[in-house]
């Protein structure tokens, strides 16, 4: 927006200085104050108004106009061709070329993008994104050797722009170049005070590439930064998940239950994998659903082989309709089996339907029918 107020002065400027027909100057005037104000398209139709037949009448200002105009109206390739006719005009200002530099890299002209930023030289000295910008352009021609130099070159000119280590960091990550890329993801870290979603995305992009060790540092690194955030803390879980570290991983559940109520659920599942068989309740019973509460509950008595415990839920499963749930009547025929209730265990057995099912209640009529002939070996 600086470079656009820059222009806007100089336009104004030129203006005033014009020796035409008054009508002339106020279309251009016109157009001026309206492209300022945002409204690209009355400023455009002021423009078409302009009698640019008039003696020594300001082409060079007239294309920039022009130019700006359509480029805030997303018209980029015709943008260009206007910025083109101003340089061909005299018009002397570099912004120029930044113009053309960001719609040729929106156009995807890449090659375009490169060539009008080295056309704007001095003008891009204190302008670490437009050098950013050139990495990019860089990086999607698959000149990787040149984009990483651009960023080298902002890294030593501009210590303090960390956005560079963030842009490089993806760049090594394709590149499978794990162990700098995670360099660069530290360094931006502890320096750029990113947001969480930006966090996150790092952590996943390391997570995607099946770099899971160094994914857990980095999100491990993030949860101290960002010590109220779920989502961080629920990401490190998962990862620990991914290494089979059940115990880090119920414990970091846990801690995400605590910062945002709606992993409760989550929490309470990993703890009863992790055989934390009273965490694991007390979790659940913070559970408001109570029917997702009861279903999770059947599962951790099922763990920790409570089947008495299940049983006793039957009213509760009633109540629920849970019953009509197949997987749940299963698992309360299992547990009347267990019990040794083997009557009411076969009158849950031939209410099931599902094809898995029915061949498990097949093999446990089975060993029914072999307890109740050898008492003694369901002992």
Same mark, same amino acid.
């Given at each position: 927006?600086?470079?656009?107020?820059?222009?806007?002065?100089?336009v104004?400027?030129?203006?005033?200085?014009?020796?035409?027909? *008054?009508?002339?100057?106020?279309?251009?005037?016109?157009?001026?104050?309206?492209?300022?104000?945002?409204?690209?398209?009355?400023a455009?139709?002021?423009l078409?108004?302009?009698?640019?037949?008039?003696?020594?009448?300001?082409?060079?200002?007239? +294309?920039?106009?022009?130019?700006?105009?359509?480029?805030?109206?997303?018209?980029?390739?015709?943008?260009?061709?206007?910025?083109?006719?101003?340089?061909?005009?005299?018009?002397?200002d570099?912004?120029?070329?930044?113009?053309?530099?960001?719609?040729?890299?929106?156009?995807?002209?890449? *090659?375009?993008?490169?060539?009008?930023?080295?056309?704007?030289?001095?003008?891009?000295?204190?302008?670490?994104?437009?050098?950013?910008?050139?990495?990019?352009?860089?990086?999607?021609?698959?000149d990787?050797?040149?984009?990483?130099?651009?960023?080298?070159?902002?890294?030593?000119?501009?210590?303090?722009?960390?956005?560079?280590?963030?842009?490089?960091?993806?760049?090594?990550?394709?590149?499978?170049?794990?162990?700098?890329?995670?360099?660069?993801?530290?360094?931006?870290?502890?320096?750029?005070?990113?947001?969480?979603?930006?966090?996150?995305?790092?952590?996943?992009?390391?997570?995607?590439?099946?770099?899971?060790?160094?994914?857990?540092?980095?999100?491990?690194?993030?949860?101290?930064?960002?010590?109220?955030?779920?989502?961080?803390?629920?990401?490190?879980?998962?990862?620990?998940?991914?290494?089979?570290?059940?115990?880090?991983?119920?414990?970091?559940?846990?801690?995400?239950?605590?910062?945002?109520?709606?992993?409760?659920?989550?929490?309470?599942?990993?703890?009863?994998?992790?055989?934390?068989?009273?965490?694991?309740?007390?979790?659940?019973?913070?559970?408001?659903?109570?029917?997702?509460?009861?279903?999770?509950?059947?599962?951790?008595?099922?763990?920790?082989s409570?089947?008495?415990?299940?049983?006793?839920?039957?009213?509760d499963?009633?109540?629920?309709?849970?019953?009509?749930?197949?997987?749940?009547?299963?698992?309360?025929? +299992?547990?009347?089996?267990?019990?040794?209730?083997?009557?009411?265990?076969?009158?849950?057995?031939?209410?099931?339907?599902?094809?898995?099912?029915?061949?498990?209640?097949?093999?446990?009529?089975?060993?029914?029918?072999?307890?109740?002939?050898n008492?003694?070996?369901?002992?």
């Open positions: 927006m600086s470079k656009l107020i820059k222009l806007l002065v100089i104004f400027i030129t203006v005033s200085s014009l020796h035409a027909k *008054k009508d002339e100057v106020d279309f251009v005037s016109l157009a001026t104050l309206m492209l300022k104000d945002g409204y690209y398209d009355r455009n139709d002021a078409n108004q302009v009698d640019t037949n008039q003696s020594e009448f300001d082409f060079a200002m007239f +294309y920039t106009l022009k130019g700006i105009v359509l480029t805030k109206q997303q018209r980029f390739k015709v943008a260009n061709g206007f910025f083109k006719k101003s340089i061909e005009n005299g018009q002397e570099k912004s120029i070329y930044l113009y053309m530099a960001q719609n040729s890299y929106k156009l995807k002209d890449y *090659k375009d993008t490169i060539e009008y930023i080295d056309s704007a030289k001095d003008i891009t000295t204190d302008k670490p994104k437009i050098h950013s910008l050139k990495a990019d352009s860089y990086w999607k021609l698959k990787y050797e040149n984009s990483l130099l651009t960023l080298k070159n902002i890294n030593e000119i501009f210590p303090k722009y960390y956005a560079a280590y963030k842009q490089r960091f993806y760049y090594y990550v394709e590149l499978k170049l794990y162990k700098s890329a995670l360099g660069d993801a530290h360094i931006y870290l502890a320096h750029a005070k990113p947001n969480e979603q930006t966090t996150l995305s790092l952590i996943s992009a390391l997570k995607n590439a099946k770099q899971i060790d160094r994914a857990i540092e980095l999100a491990e690194k993030a949860n101290l930064i960002f010590s109220k955030s779920a989502k961080v803390t629920l990401l490190l879980g998962h990862l620990y998940l991914q290494k089979q570290m059940l115990q880090a991983t119920a414990d970091i559940f846990d801690e995400a239950s605590i910062k945002d109520y709606k992993y409760t659920k989550e929490a309470a599942e990993m703890l009863r994998r992790a055989k934390e068989y009273s965490q694991s309740l007390f979790k659940n019973s913070q559970m408001l659903d109570t029917k997702e509460k009861l279903k999770q509950k059947i599962a951790i008595f099922l763990e920790f409570e089947f008495e415990r299940i049983v006793a839920t039957l009213k499963l009633k109540r629920s309709k849970l019953i009509e749930n197949e997987d749940i009547r299963y698992a309360l025929a +299992y547990s009347y089996y267990q019990i040794n209730d083997y009557k009411e265990c076969e009158n849950h057995l031939k209410k099931l339907k599902r094809t898995d099912l029915f061949s498990k209640a097949t093999e446990l009529r089975k060993n029914m029918q072999k307890c109740k002939t008492f003694w070996e369901c002992q």
